[in-house]
């Protein structure tokens, strides 16, 4: 990396970031989200939603790697033996299926299973970080405030599904320790159109009291310059 600055068009304001402490955080683009037959369609979600947000998510991945930046990959999911799974969470709800009951893409939010493994189209290097995470937000019960200290990071660039849930979670959890989250709008998706775009407004809100918001276009913008 020559130019180690670079400033992203974004709400409420434009951001300036140092790339070297910088990382590319992609949050649970794992089959069980994106496709028929995981935990996404159990609970009575609309997987299609979820699609649009590949392709942008591709082009800044690809650019984070031209230009060797932290890239992270989380997966949600649970232990074979279920015991990181919290019973108010195994237990809520109507599902067709329940986290660990067999399904078409192996057990449902199953470490090691097909449908907790992520996307062809965004598959991660040998040489990028994957975080398994029991939660919503990428920080509780992970190390990855951990392997962010050791690179040295300061700033998150966020994107992945869902925007309210986990996109969410996981920003207001790196916002509190202190790092500046800006979020990727066409890279994240929802179920629910209408939560992705109140999801984003609430990270953006007074003054950007979680972070930032941009679009891809604009990360991609940066990072050339
Ligand atoms: C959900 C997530 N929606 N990755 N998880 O349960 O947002």
């Known amino acids: 990396m020559t130019n180690l600055n670079g400033t992203i068009a ?3 304001e434009p951001i300036t970031l140092d790339w070297s402490r910088t990382a590319l955080v992609i949050i649970d683009m794992q089959r069980d989200f994106m496709e028929p037959g995981g935990f996404g ?3 009575g979600n609309d997987v299609g939603q979820l699609v649009r947000a590949v ?3 591709a082009t800044v991945l690809q650019a984070a790697r031209a230009v060797g930046l932290l890239v992270v990959h989380t997966r949600e999911g649970h232990l074979p033996d279920l015991s990181d799974a919290p019973p108010a969470k195994i237990e809520r709800g109507a599902p067709r299926l329940r986290i660990g009951d067999p399904g078409p893409m192996g057990r449902i939010l199953i470490r090691g299973e097909a449908g ?9 290097l040998d040489s990028e970080v994957v975080i398994d995470k029991p939660g919503k937000g990428a920080f509780y019960a992970t190390e990855l ?12 660039l966020v994107c992945g599904v869902t925007t309210e849930v986990c996109v969410n979670t996981t920003v207001r959890e790196a916002n509190d320790r202190g ?11 929802s179920y629910f159109p209408e939560f992705h775009e109140m999801g984003l407004k609430m990270i953006k809100a007074q003054g950007g009291i ?5 679009d891809s276009a604009a990360v991609l913008e940066a990072l050339a310059a």
């Open 10 to 12: 974004a709400e409420p």
């Open 41 to 43: 369609e159990t609970l």
């Open 55 to 57: 392709k942008p998510i």
């Open 116 to 124: 907790h493994d992520i996307i062809p189209e965004l598959y991660p």
């Open 145 to 156: 405030g951990d392997i962010l200290q050791k690179y040295g990071i300061e700033n998150l």
């Open 179 to 189: 790092y500046r989250c800006v979020v990727i709008s066409d890279g994240c998706a």
């Open 210 to 214: 979680f972070g930032w918001v941009t």
